[in-house]
């Protein structure tokens, strides 16, 4: 693999800053592709540079193309795709000139409505292959740091260390899984493009079984469509030194993942819920991955309690303010006959939330809450006020707190109050 495959400084700067969104705790941040500005996730655990959901006014110039076919994670077959070669990607001072890109053209593979913010494509092993690189999660930042200007022991200096090994370009750690009081090896993916604390796959060891006490949950999306599993509490979870008690573990089904080629030996992955409770810095070339525990380290293991899953899913005109004759916002014309009566007012497009699944025998689904319907208000606050990532903070804040939805069902508002209701 040629230097060109990877990320490298244009400059002598020993390092860049580079502000990201953390959105469920995802890193989104923006990248350009051939000159285009796009919102990348960042994810350890893929290979490829990807891109799906490009808009209509998202016109990127791609090269060397060519159809294939992509499985992973879901439950279907493989979508169809294509890749394309020398590609230039580029961002405050880093640059990578013959990146291969695949692109998904299926047109549901779409995490922007899941996340609520454009997210066009998905990131992992070239940024990191080259580069030492530190993600600060609580000020949001990369930090990318010029290997030619390395100043190792400064930047590592309260951290502790963790040999890793990079296997088909993915980096892989050794932990314990404490499933009862005996932990158990296990060699698990580190991967910070899953958002949940720990998946663990039933069918890699005999020692790995789902607690009593669990859920049928979405787990999330992947190329080979959706991932189904349960969620539990296991008893903990530690690298080393670093432990947590009565995490929330997921185990997706055997059917999500049949697609997926396993390394050896692998158990499961390490994901967001895990890492941003720490100051991370990934050093593949030397196979190394730095921790130090930020103010989040103690940070409860929540889920969402409610039982339903939204999605952002579009936009709506509404109404902000009656502003006087002057301004050149939107005039409303009402015809009384003899004399009409001209108002004016300011309009903004704000997001629209709809139900696209409840978790079966949760609070919402006794109370008849059902998939399709739109959030209009949540506990008495119009819901085009939040962030999605704020109501679903909402959803899983404290069991037994109480919640009033109301949606529209069909052109017809109704109410639903539940309590959050903590199962685990």
């Known amino acids: ?106 047109e549901t593979f779409n995490f922007s409505s899941s996340l609520g913010v454009v997210v066009n494509g998905i990131i992992g092993y070239h940024f990191f292959e080259n580069n030492f690189v530190k993600i600060d999660y609580i000020r949001k930042k990369l930090y990318v740091y010029n290997p030619r200007k390395l100043d190792k022991e400064k930047i590592i200096n309260g951290y502790k260390s963790y040999p890793i090994t990079i296997e088909k370009c993915k980096p892989y750690i050794s932990s314990e899984v404490g499933m009862n009081e005996q932990p158990i090896p296990a060699k698990l993916l580190l991967d910070t493009g ?60 055997t059917l999500s993942i049949k697609n997926v080629k396993m390394v050896d030996k692998r158990l499961g992955s390490i994901g967001g819920e895990i890492f941003r409770r720490f100051s991370v810095v990934f050093d593949y070339k030397e196979k190394q991955l730095y921790l130090r525990k930020n103010k989040d380290f103690d940070d409860p293991f929540h889920y969402n309690m409610s039982g339903i899953v939204l999605h952002h899913a579009g936009l709506q005109w509404v109404q902000a303010e009656r502003i006087d004759n002057n301004s050149s916002a939107n005039t409303v014309k009402i015809d009384f006959g003899s004399a009409p009566l001209e108002m004016k007012y300011k309009f903004e497009l704000k997001p ?31 819901s085009y006020k939040y962030s999605l990532q704020d109501i679903n903070e909402i959803l899983k804040s404290e069991a037994g707190r109480n919640i009033v939805l109301e949606v529209d069902r069909k052109s017809t508002v109704i109410k639903y109050k539940f309590r959050l209701e903590n199962i685990l």
């Open 1 to 106: 693999m040629s230097a060109q495959d990877a990320f490298i400084f244009t400059s002598n700067k020993k390092k860049v800053a580079i502000p990201f969104e953390l959105v469920n705790n995802l890193i989104i941040f923006p990248i350009e592709v051939n000159g285009i500005k796009l919102n990348f996730l960042l994810d350890t655990g893929v290979e490829e540079t990807i891109l799906f959901s490009l808009r209509e006014n998202d016109e990127v110039q791609l090269y060397n193309t060519e159809r294939i076919m992509l499985r992973g994670l879901g439950t279907q077959d493989a979508v169809e795709g294509l890749k394309s070669k020398k590609n230039t990607l580029s961002l405050h001072g880093l640059e990578c000139k013959n990146q291969e890109i695949l692109v998904i053209l299926d």
């Open 352 to 382: 629209v939330y709809e139900i696209v699944s409840v978790r079966k025998n949760s609070p919402a689904d006794k109370i008849g809450l059902k998939s399709g319907d739109v959030l209009i208000a949540i506990n008495g606050v119009q």
């Open 194 to 253: 899953n958002s949940d604390a720990v998946w663990l796959f039933q069918n890699r060891s005999s020692a790995i079984a789902v607690p009593e006490k669990n859920f049928e949950d979405f787990l999330g999306r992947g190329f080979s469509g959706d991932i189904f599993g349960k969620k539990a509490r296991i008893y903990n979870f530690a690298i080393s030194n670093f432990e947590f008690e009565k995490p929330l573990v997921a185990f997706p089904d």
